[in-house]
Each structure stands twice: as C-alpha cells, then as structure tokens.
C-alpha cells in the first residue's frame, strides 16, 4: 500500500497512450473497491435471518396484497430490470412523482427514498403498502391477510411468534386505514399489534432484500491489480475506461458525492437539476423527508425497533433541517448504472451521456432565486473525455444476483411455490 | 473501509501552538492542540478513527483549558462545516461531559472530501468562544 | 373632484372585506395594473370595486384612488404609519408605529382618539407594526414588545399574548396580524421566519415556515391576509406572495422579482403588504421600496411571462444592504437576502470580494438580522450587532496579501458571540459606535436611549431618554471625539460628548428640499457631516454647526441617481460612499458631489468608464 503511495502507477496498451494515476489518484480509486460485506442492521434482528427473507421473498413478489390486486414491490423494482421498472417515474395504482431506484446493493445505504424518509430499510418496506398511488392498502388488511393464509402465517408464527387474532373484527375492524377513526377507535394495544406485526413483515422484506448483491465488476477486478500489481488484472479496464476513472477521481470531481465502494455518499444534494415537469422545482425532497422520518413511529428510534436507543436511533432524531436540504435528493450508487436507465430522481435523462451532459454545461440548471450562491461549476469536458467518463461508468456493471432470488417463492421454505414442501 | 488512505491536514500554526502547548507543560495526550481564536482557550482533541475519514461517523474526545486548567465550568457545542460548499454537517453531534473540562462527542460525519472546519464553542457566562482548525479529507 | 369623506368608506370597507373573503378566487397572480411614483406607500385597503385608500409614509399621507384618478393627499398626523384595518363602526384604525399607538381616525381624517402609549404595560406599545380589528377588539402586532396585545375598542386592555422567543406563542419581530375566518390570529413572526396561529386567547395552534428561498420557506414574512380557505403571505426579503391553505400547506409562490430591481408588471420587489377587493377579484400588493402598488387578477392559465426567470450565474448578487462600514482597504456591507456579511477589497478599480461571513440559526455565530457592523482595523475585529438573534458576534479577519485579493470562505474567523446583559435590548439596537477609550454606545431607536457599555460590553450607563425622540444613526466625530445622533422626530442632530451631556442640538431646517426619511449618518475628516435621506433620494453635506454646504442626487437608476440610500461613510480620501439600497450598488463621490464610481458585485464604472444608457446595470 505505501509503495503504491509513492509511485505513480503506469499503465500502458498496446494502441494507446499509458494512463498514468498519480499517487492521489490511485489512494482514491483504492476507496472504491472492494464492497464490504452488507452492514448489521441492529434495528432488525432478523435481517440475518434465511427463514426471515424468505417470507419477505414471498411478500416482496405477492401483487394481492394491494387494492386491485395487480401491484407488487417487484412492480417497481423488477429483478429482470436490475430491480427497477425502466420508467421515469414509477407506477402503482397511479403514475407517482419520482424515479424507482434500483434495489442492488440497497443494504449499504444510510437513509431510504431519494428524500430518505425512511432510516432503515423494514421501514421503507413498509411506506408503498399504505400510500394511496401505490398499494393503497391497509396495515390491518396487510395484517389480516398474513393471519388468513396457512403458509404466510405458519412462516410469521415461527419466526416472530403468534399473530394477532385477526378474525376478531370488532377489535381489528375491516378497512381500518391507519388515518381512518375506526383505526383511531381501536384498543391502543391492538393497534400496536397490529403495528408489530406489520413491522416484522417487513423486517422479513429487508431480509430478502439484503440478499440482492451486485458487486464484483471489472473495475473491482482492475482495483484489484492495482492492488497486487497485477497486469492480468489491470487489464480488466480499457484505456478509454481508465481515463474516465482518471477523471471520475479528479478533474471531473464527481467523487464529491459519489464516494465510497457503493459509489455514493448516501446522503442529499441539490445540483439544480431541470425538472421532468419543466416548470420550477416543487418537490422539496429531504427538506420534507427528514421532518418525516423524525415523526415517524417505524424509524430507529421507534418503538418497532430493535435498536431504538442505539447510533441509529440517536442520528436520526439529531439530522438538521434547513434550507440547504430544500430540493435535494439522495446520491444515488453508480454500481450498475448502465442497467438503471433512465436517470435522476424523475428519470429525466434517458442516457448516461445525457446526465454527463448536463454536468459539462448546467445547461437549464434550475437556480430557486438570484439569491442561491452557486457552487456547482460546469465541467466543461471534451467530447472524447466525456466517452471516458461513459465508458468507466459501465465498467461498474456486476452480475446480477443468484436467480433464485428473482420470482416469487414459498414464504415457508424459499423454494419456487410450485415445489412440494417437505415433511418434517 | 480504506482508512488509512485518507489524509488530514494540520495548519502550520496549529502544529506551532501544538509545540508551545507542550513546551508550556499542557498534560493532553490527545493528538490536536489549538486555541481558541480569541487566545482565551486551549482546546486538544482526537478523533476516531483517525486521521478523519471520508463520509464515515467518528468520534472525538475533546479537553478545554483556560491558562493549563481543565474547565470545571462551561459548556461545549462541537461543529464542522464546508465554507466552499454553503453547508455544515447533516448532523447534530451528541456531545457528553466526561469529567472537568472534558467531553466526549458522537455522531460527527463528514460526509464529502474536502476542505472542512471543525468548530469548538466553549460557552462561559454567555459568551460563546470558538476554536477552529481546518482539516483536509480525502 | 370632490375629496371623499372617510366615513362612508369605511363602514363600507369592513362590511366589503368579509363579502371579499367569501368570494375570493383560487389564485390571483395575474398582473392588471400598477401605481407607480408613490412616497414609499405602507398600506392599503379598499373602498369599493373601483376605489381604495394608500397610506403613504415619506411624506405622511393618505390617497384615495378612484378609479382612473386619484386624489391629492390628505394629511394626518402621524409620524410613521403601519398597518391599517377598518372598524365596524364609521371609523378607522391606523398604527403610528413611531408614537407607539394606534390612531382612531374619523370620517374627515382627523384624530378621534388615540390608543396605547410608549411601554410595556397591557395597554402601552413599542413601535407596533399592524392592527386586525375583529368583533369590537383590536389585535395589535406590538413589534418592539415582542408580543400582541389585545384591546377593546375604546382602548381598555384586555390581555398580551406571547413574550419574545422561538418556541410557540412565542415572537421574534412580529410585523403584522389578521383574523381568520375560524377566528384564529395569524401572525407574521418575522424574525422567526414563520407564520403563528393562535386562538383568540393567545393559545398556539399551529405554525408554519422556516428561514429560506425555497417554496414554502419564508425571509421576514411582511404581511399576512386571511381570506375563507387561505392565507396569503408577502414574503419580503424573497420578493414574492405565497399562499398556504390554513393548516399551512403550500398552495402558490408567485410574483417573485427574478432578475433586478424596478421589474414590476407582475414581479414584486419587498414587497409589503396585501389587501383584497370587496368582490375579491383583485388584490393589492404594496412595495414601499419601489414607491408602488400593483393590482393583480385571477389567474389565467394561457399567460406566459417571457421575461428571463433565471437569474445570473456570476455567483451571488450582493444587495447591498443598509449598512456599510470601511478602512483604506476594505468595505464591509450587510447583505439581508442571504443573512451574510460580504467583505470587499476596494484597493483595485474593481472591489473583489474576499469573503461572506455567513453563520445561520440561532447557534454560536449565527446571524439573523443585523443592525450594524463595525470594524476595528488595528485590533482586526468586526463586530457583527444582530437584532434577530440578540448577540454580537466578533470575527477576526485572516485577509490576504494586498497585492494579491482573492475569495476565500474562510477568512473570518468567529472569535466571540456574546449576549448581553439582560438591560440591553439588543432586538431593538439599531446603530452601534464605539469611541477611542473603547467605549461602545448602542442606539435604541425604539425607546430613545443610547446604551453605554464598556469594553468588555458590560453596561456602564444609559442616556437620552428626553433628549431623542425617534433616532435612526449614531456616529463619532473625528475631529472632536463627539458623539452625533441622527433623529428623525423632529429632523435632528444632537451633539452629545462621551460623558452623555448635550453639546449642542442642530435643527436640520435649512436644507433644499427639506428632510423626508433621514438614514444615513457620516462625519468626514474635516467635521464635515454627511446624510442621506431615502424619501428624498439624497445625500447633503452640511458643515459641523449644521450650516448646509451641498446636495446631490435624485430618485433614478443611473449613475448620479438614487433610490432610497442608505448607508454612507467617509474614507480617509474624503471620498464619499453611499449604500444605494434600492439600486444594490455602491456609489463613490468627492465631498462635492461629483461622481467618481458606481460598484457592484464584479463590476465598477467611473466617469472614462460608463454603460451604455441601455445596460442591464444596475
């Protein structure tokens, strides 16, 4: 590692000029790879659990659990897709406001959403099921349908323990939406089963979706050389690829928020960025996400949690609001991006070049008023940089994960729901 | 996480101050030594990890003294901030008093490379007094 | 034409405002029409569809204005008017927020009666701001108190609501008030940035609104108009009106001036204050910075303004707020738009900016509103003096070598931020000086008095409260050490020596033009006096026993030409330079008046240098 620190680092083609890393620029690179293993969610003792994600599997693929019985996480987030839909902005029961984000990797991020309302990932689970465009269902319902169906609530029962008795239905109303007075005439101790029950669903969601891990790319491999000095593997990156990384760590600076093996800072920025709508910007983003995840009693520091006096919890009710975080999205990893077309928080650019694009000129960066002092300067790359930049974009594409992580299965067993189960 | 690629400046006239605090006989082990702009205070602090990683939380412990004497009254606020960037951290560091004039602090996170300033107000009698260094992650 | 009698408009206007709110249509942002040319209007209501009244404040005056003509104006007797708001008997409430009371005014314009007096007591004000009259009480935005008092009609107290602070119920400057249609008290909080509910006991209920330029976010809300399903809200220092449902729900931001001041036609520059048409078809919003009110009309969706919205990319426009401070390198200005202090290096042909000191909030070094600075250059200090949070903060400057400036962010370095004894109202300073024995002398505009701290700003003594009637700039004499307040009841300049006594008292009566709006205090290095004066849009320089020796300047954007200057200060070349706030630049002169420079942020003309007549400049 120090010799690498005290060497510039040479790297020749055949055809090509040598890409020449400074020691700066190669202690970066180093920063970006490998992915460590997916972090310890303390909030969710179950996000370890294969019992666990297999149940989320299961709920994570089941369109019946919304409204009109046709919408399902994977709706969004489709595995066939990279877990994204490919759409600019994501359809439910209705078109929403922004982007679906992709899933891989999604474990390593601090905050969920592109607003990160949400500060773990059970909880972010939890939002689509209620929200009116998307499942525009009921917790209660959601609940209830567990409690109904053998194999979902033998999976919940002998992970999280007996289920609420939801076939009382003068103590578990039907259609008891949680903004509804028959909710808030309910028993506070059954709501908070209800509750309960709702959160360990989707504590089993954030165990499946744990699993979709996508991290071994070329670039991973080339870092990898770089480490060990190994030509074979150097060569996982093509010149135009290492000029691109070259910029990426340097003059192009986009590791000011892109940092880190995932690529992403995980936390908000408003770069100005034009709306997909084409009028002003409207949507306040973190600004309002983070007065959500304050309020929210499925944060970490919520009585759902299983951490609720621990760093998690403690950051969350200590995250600052004010103006900066007005109209600012969270960073978003770039591992993959060739998949994750289209692009930013509205889908507004369907091409990579495109997003390169608009950070070479700004041009139709939206500023809020003559006051905003701009920090953001245009790139002001070359055409062939800018292909540089694509190309090392593209070598940060994994294979996707095992396929049996990619279709509905038995929330009992993990296996494909046409198997037989096996007796004990 | 590559910790130890990362680098952390120290001013010039920080180390100075350093040296004049040890030669003056300061007892902090801790790694940092400053003043406070107004020259009322001496501040020592480290961090860990360090040196100060890119977007990974740390923690700090922190003395204060007033004429080579730990504080046995006060309050301290620790704070940091990107001036080029228009924004400080997203966080509010959690700060504990761990004995006379000194403090542990939790929760501080800088989460872009660049030029921050780490801020320390030492508040006494209503008046609030600030020591700063600029650090450098990358 | 006939002058009209107050009284019939004025039952009128109650029985009309509440026939208003019912009608109002959803949105009323489409540009009709603008009265231009006026003296820095305050308030408005209407009379009927075609007619309303304007309160103007430099001079003082009231308009009718009937539609297409308008009348010449009626004098009261008031010396700084505020808010405005109609009884539902034949008479009118109007606040003197510079004789701390409300005015009770009868159909012929005289004074009936007045209510409330100068303090603190349940039926007393400090500089009140607005009044809500609402089922035979008024609701007073009692500013310098920090608080509302509630009163019968007939002036008798009935409670305060709130005291200073952050946390609900409670107020930091609160400008202006209005009942709602579920009789709740919306409060514009400005200095918290914030609209207040409360219920008509005082109880909070609900606010909305934090510091910032965003949609939803607020700089020093100004006005507050309720109407049956909405609030509207001017918000001043981000130039536009927005409109929240009444739980606080963002349901427009519109009008927002874009580009640069006097845009008008439907962009709005500070705006003031809001009132609404019987038949809620038209509103009224008062910009008392542009001399102007525009009239706006329900939306219409096919209308596009073609006019650029995006502003310039160079980096921040500095406003050149009121306050300037100098030495022979630098000049110091508080820019309120961004709640920063720039700091320029005025060496070169063109003043490059070194840093913003920029500390937001309510932590150590944070910033709301300043009412002054003040540069120490041998000891390296700026004291920043800041109303919104009640603390002075002191910085040190790490400035660059002279021969090569350039832009840092982290040049000035917070040393103190320090609150004052509890004696010194520190939310009601507005002008600061310090002597050589290193005596500060703080100036409540509010009461009178010059607080007197000493070094260390601990109080030491406290003059003038029956010798200054409504003073605006305290500064130092060079050339006798003497201490000159600025008052503007009447036009005045005491003369005081540092042990407090009067030296002499100079009435400001021979000066071409008289004085309107009094601002700006300077002494040059040979006791020369300079002022400006915004309602006329001058700057005089008068000898030091008053005598006048010259004036320059009119209302105008060019160079040679004012709008409402503020600040102005003297350097040791006997240069003058004069905060021309309602152009955002600066202005130099020679004692005489001739032009030697107008600068801004990156740019600078001189007479070998001028734009063309056509140039976007200012």
């Given at each position: ?52 994600a297999?149940?989320g ?10 409204r ?5 996480c ?24 922004r ?11 601090r ?46 029962e ?18 008891a ?45 080339f ?17 135009s ?5 070259q ?19 995980f936390e908000?920025?408003?770069i ?9 910007p ?18 970490a ?11 998690r ?33 509205q ?48 070598s940060?594409?994994s ?26 | ?35 406070s702009n107004?020259?009322a205070?001496?501040?020592s ?90 650090i450098?992650v990358? | 034409?006939?002058?009209?009698h ?29 009265y ?7 308030a ?49 409430y ?8 409300v ?33 035979d ?52 909080d400005?200095d ?7 219920s ?53 931001a519109w ?77 110091m ?41 003040h ?8 004291h ?5 949070t009640?603390?002075?903060?002191a910085y ?20 103190t ?35 007197v ?24 004499d ?52 300079l002022?400006?004066d ?9 000898g030091?026993?008053?005598t ?9 954007i ?7 200057p503020?600040g ?8 003058v330079?004069v ?5 955002h ?10 032009w ?23």
């Amino acid at each position: 590692m120090l010799a690498l620190c005290c060497m510039s680092a040479v790297l020749g083609f055949a055809d090509e000029p040598a890409v020449v890393f400074t020691p700066r620029q190669q202690r970066r690179i180093l920063q970006h790879s490998p992915v460590p293993a997916v972090p310890d969610d303390p909030t969710n003792d179950w996000d370890r659990d294969p019992a666990a994600a297999h149940l989320g599997q299961a709920l994570f693929f089941d369109a019946g659990f919304s409204r009109n019985g046709q919408v399902s996480c994977a709706t969004c987030h489709g595995p066939m897709i990279a877990w994204t839909d490919a759409q600019p902005l994501a359809t439910g029961l209705e078109t929403g406001t922004r982007h679906s984000p992709s899933l891989l990797n999604v474990a390593h991020q601090r905050w969920f959403f592109w607003d990160g309302r949400a500060d773990t990932l059970w909880s972010q689970a939890m939002h689509p099921i209620e929200h009116p465009g998307e499942f525009d269902a009921s917790r209660i319902e959601y609940v209830r349908r567990i409690h109904s169906d053998a194999a979902y609530r033998e999976a919940y029962e002998s992970l999280f323990g007996p289920l609420p008795p939801m076939d009382d239905e003068q103590r578990f109303p039907r259609d008891a939406r949680s903004d509804s007075p028959a909710w808030a005439a309910m028993a506070e101790t059954d709501r908070d089963q209800v509750n309960r029950a709702f959160a360990n669903c989707s504590k089993s969601v954030a165990a499946y979706e744990s699993r979709l891990r996508s991290v071994e790319s070329p670039f991973d491999v080339f870092v990898e050389g770089l480490r060990q000095d190994d030509e074979t593997k150097l060569a996982a990156l093509t010149a135009s690829e290492q000029r691109g990384l070259q910029l990426f760590v340097d003059e192009a600076g986009c590791r000011q928020c892109h940092s880190g093996p995932l690529f992403s800072d995980f936390e908000f920025h408003n770069i100005g960025i034009p709306t997909g709508h084409g009028g002003a910007p409207r949507d306040p983003g973190r600004f309002d996400g983070l007065a959500h995840v304050q309020r929210s009693p499925f944060s970490a520091h919520g009585p759902y949690s299983d951490d609720p006096d621990g760093a998690r919890a403690r950051r969350t009710a200590s995250i600052v609001q004010g103006q900066e975080h007005w109209g600012s999205f969270k960073t978003p990893t770039l591992r993959n991006i060739e998949r994750t077309a289209p692009y930013m928080h509205q889908g507004q650019f369907d091409r990579l070049e495109d997003v390169l694009a608009f950070y070479n000129t700004l041009e139709d960066m939206q500023l809020q008023d003559h006051h905003q002092e701009m920090v953001l300067k245009p790139l002001e790359l070359t055409d062939a940089q800018l292909a540089d930049l694509a190309a090392f974009l593209r070598s940060l594409t994994s294979p996707l994960p095992p396929k049996s992580l990619m279709g509905p299965v038995d929330p009992r067993t993990g296996k494909p729901p046409s198997e037989p189960i096996e007796g004990p | 996480m590559i910790r130890e690629q990362n680098t952390m400046n120290m001013h010039l006239p920080a180390i100075a101050i350093s040296l004049a605090l040890v030669l003056g006989g300061c007892s902090s082990t801790l790694d940092h030594q400053l003043q406070s702009n107004d020259r009322a205070y001496e501040v020592s602090w480290s961090s860990d990890p360090a040196p100060i990683p890119v977007n990974e939380f740390f923690t700090m412990d922190v003395e204060v003294r007033r004429d080579g004497t730990l504080l046995a009254s006060g309050d301290l606020v620790v704070d940091a901030a990107m001036p080029h960037h228009n924004h400080g951290m997203n966080h509010i560091p959690h700060i504990e008093r761990t004995g006379t004039g000194r403090w542990h602090v939790q929760d501080m996170l800088f989460h872009m490379p660049g030029d921050w300033e780490l801020y320390f107000d030492i508040k006494q009698d209503g008046v609030v007094h600030r020591a700063q260094e600029s650090i450098e992650v990358d | 034409m006939p002058r009209p009698h107050l009284l019939p408009m004025l039952l009128t206007m109650s029985m009309l405002a509440t026939i208003a709110a019912a009608q109002a249509p959803a949105l009323l942002d489409r540009y009709e029409w603008d009265y231009g040319n006026l003296h820095a209007p305050v308030a408005v209501q209407w009379l009927s569809d075609d007619r309303f009244v304007i309160v103007e404040s430099a001079p003082v005056g009231i308009r009718i204005f009937d539609w297409p003509s308008c009348s010449t104006p009626i004098k009261i007797d008031c010396l700084e008017p505020a808010g405005l708001d109609a009884g539902p008997d034949e008479t009118c409430y109007l606040v003197d927020s510079g004789r701390h009371q409300v005015m009770h005014i009868a159909s012929d314009g005289s004074t009936l009666s007045t209510i409330g007096s100068h303090g603190d007591g349940l039926d007393q004000f400090r500089a009140p701001a607005d009044v809500a009259v609402h089922e035979d009480r008024l609701y007073v935005a009692d500013t310098g108190n920090d608080r509302i008092v509630v009163l019968d009609t007939d002036g008798s107290p009935v409670r305060t609501i709130g005291t200073r602070g952050t946390g609900p119920g409670q107020f930091r400057r609160p400008l202006a008030i209005d009942i709602d249609a579920s009789n709740r008290i919306v409060v514009a909080d400005a200095d918290n940035h914030r609209i207040q509910v409360l219920s008509l006991e005082g109880e909070p209920i609900t606010a909305w609104g934090s510091w910032g330029s965003f949609p939803g976010l607020l700089q020093e809300p100004s006005d507050v108009l309720c109407l049956e399903d909405r609030i509207l809200v001017t918000d001043r220092l981000n130039h536009r009106v927005q409109e929240f449902a009444m739980d606080g729900t963002l349901l427009h931001a519109w009008g927002m001036h874009a580009v640069k001041p006097r845009e008008g036609q439907g962009r709005v520059h500070y705006p003031d204050a809001l009132a609404i048409s019987p038949d809620g078809r038209t509103l009224a919003v008062v910009e008392s910075f542009e001399d102007r009110v525009q009239l706006f009309g329900p939306h219409d969706p096919d209308y596009v303004d073609e006019r650029p919205t995006q502003p310039a990319r160079s980096g921040i426009q500095s406003h050149f707020g009121p306050t300037v401070v100098l030495d022979d390198r630098i000049m110091m200005v508080w820019e309120p738009e961004a709640r920063a202090a720039l700091v320029f290096d005025h060496q070169r042909s063109t003043p490059i900016r070194l840093t913003s000191i920029f500390s937001r909030g309510d932590g150590p070094g944070g910033f709301g509103h300043l009412a002054d600075l003040h540069w120490d250059h041998e000891a390296n200090q700026l004291h920043l003096f800041d109303r919104g949070t009640a603390q002075v903060h002191a910085y040190e400057l790490d400035l660059p070598d002279p021969d090569q400036p350039r832009f840092d962010p982290s040049m000035a370095k917070l040393q103190t931020s320090r609150t004052l004894d509890a004696s010194i109202p520190m939310h009601r300073i507005v002008d600061a000086e310090r002597s050589v024995s290193g005596n500060w002398f703080l100036l409540d505009g509010t009461d009178g008095v010059i607080h007197v701290l000493n070094a260390n700003m601990e109080p030491v003594d406290r003059w003038g409260t029956d010798l200054l009637g409504h003073p605006t700039a305290i500064t130092i004499d060079p050339t006798t050490g003497h201490l000159l307040v600025l008052d503007r009841d009447p036009s005045t300049l005491h003369q005081l020596d540092t042990n407090g006594s009067s030296v002499a008292t100079i009435r400001l009566e021979g000066i071409p033009g008289g004085l309107v709006q009094p601002t700006g205090l300077a002494v040059a290095g040979s006791g020369d006096i300079l002022l400006t004066d915004a309602g006329t849009h001058a700057v005089h320089r008068l000898g030091s026993d008053g005598t006048h020796l010259a004036s320059w300047g009119t209302k105008g954007i060019l160079h040679e030409q004012f709008w409402k200057p503020a600040g102005i200060v003297v350097d040791d070349q006997d240069r003058v330079i004069v905060l021309d706030h309602g152009n955002h630049r600066c202005q130099m002169f020679d004692l005489d008046g001739t032009w030697l420079m107008t600068f801004g942020a990156g740019r600078a003309y001189t007479p070998s240098n001028r734009p063309p007549l056509d140039s976007d400049d200012p």
